[in-house]
């Protein structure tokens, strides 16, 4: 984001996502692909998908983290289980027991100490400002779509409905990136690019196809809940980078943990 514009960004990943998940989908069906056959009801579906949990999560993500703070930013993200179950509620009639709203809110607060370290009297002086605002409408943006897929496209292969939403996505992204594509020259730095590629390889390509197998195999509340995981994975990864890590945050971690556990077992036992 420091090199290029937010649309002009996602575009680039969106070019090198797509050309991962087209060589995924061939390797899979290999010479079916082509004879797999969607409904025009799955298609209207799979482009709200796309529109919802493609172009305005990646644009508002990309907007707000121009200015949220990374603290602010990953505790509004933190909030897609509590948002994701709330639809669930509205539009599937899929009611939480006290269990399972016990482990949401055990799991966001592994979050918030990861977050601050331990010192959680830095909750009560966070500002928030538009940035904020941007993050917590990807949130509810990449929600719907969880409740989207989870609700009409369960009967769909998940790699083909993340190859044709990216298409679809990239698609929104070069349409409407286009003035500043033309206008605003691309940074040849190449730590931009490796970045880029990074995203789209691996983190829309197969982080995507993935998480979308997830929601239509374990059901969109329980998917969003395993995001919480991303701070404490942040945070064992920068070991390697040298950077000092508190005993703190691995203890949030554990919590995040136990929260995933709980909410794991009460759903077991409900069933």
């Known amino acids: 984001m420091e090199y290029y514009t937010p649309l002009g960004v996602a575009t680039w990943r969106y070019i090198f996502a797509v050309v991962v998940l087209a060589g995924i989908a061939i390797f899979k069906f290999k010479d079916k692909l082509f004879q797999l056959r969607l409904s025009m009801i799955d298609l209207w579906y799979i482009f709200l998908n796309a529109f919802l949990g493609v172009f305005l999560t990646i644009y508002f993500f990309n907007l707000g983290m121009k200015t949220a703070s990374a603290i602010n930013g990953s505790l509004i993200i933190a909030t897609s289980p509590a948002i994701t179950a709330l639809f669930s509620l509205m539009l599937l009639g899929r009611k939480l027991t006290a269990v399972q709203l016990l482990a949401i809110v055990i799991s966001f607060f592994g979050v918030a100490i990861i977050l601050v370290k331990g ?88 982080a995507y196809t993935a998480f979308y197998y997830c929601v239509v195999n374990l059901g969109a509340t329980i998917t969003s809940l395993y995001l919480n995981l991303i701070p404490f994975f942040v945070i064992l990864l920068a070991i390697p980078f040298g950077e000092k890590i508190e005993l703190s945050q691995l203890i949030g971690g554990l919590i995040v943990v136990s929260g995933l556990l709980l909410y794991n077992k009460s759903k077991s036992v409900t069933q």
């Open 119 to 206: 010192n959680l009297m830095k909750l009560a002086h966070l500002h928030f400002d538009i940035g904020d605002i941007y993050i917590l409408m990807m949130a509810i943006v990449f929600s719907l779509s969880q409740i989207i897929v989870s609700k009409f496209l369960q009967h769909v292969d998940s790699v083909l409905m993340t190859t044709i939403s990216s298409v679809i996505g990239l698609v929104l992204f070069a349409t409407f990136a286009s003035p500043e594509i033309l206008s605003v020259n691309v940074p040849g730095v190449t730590r931009f690019w490796m970045s880029i590629l990074f995203m789209g390889v691996l983190g829309t390509g197969v």
